[in-house]
């Protein structure tokens, strides 16, 4: 399967997270030839607001903060970033 460039802009942002944050998916598993990726997306979260916990089964899932400065949970652990 040959994957499409596709210009960022172009692709919509959708709700996520029950309306708390919005994501563009910018690569779907669909697009790649593995059957060991679900997607990649980008995600946008307003300051103040939280995304609700949730689990992937099977799937392992990462943030990278590119704007900002908070606290992430992750289970028993606190992360502060800058």
């Known amino acids: ?3 499409t460039k596709k210009n960022i802009s172009d692709i919509p ?3 996520a997270h029950g309306g708390l ?3 563009q998916i910018l690569v779907k598993s669909e697009e790649l030839i593995t059957k060991n990726f679900e997607a990649m997306t980008k995600g946008f ?3 103040g607001k ?3 916990w949730h689990e992937h089964t099977n ?3 990462f943030f990278i903060v590119v704007k900002g400065n908070r ?3 992750w289970l028993e652990e606190v992360v502060e970033y800058a």
Request: aromatic fraction near 20%; glycine fraction near 4%; charge should be negative.
């Open 1 to 3: 399967m040959k994957y």
């Open 13 to 15: 942002i959708e709700q």
């Open 21 to 23: 944050g919005a994501r």
């Open 45 to 47: 979260l307003e300051a």
């Open 50 to 52: 939280i995304f609700d």
């Open 59 to 61: 799937i392992d899932e």
């Open 71 to 73: 606290k992430f949970y």
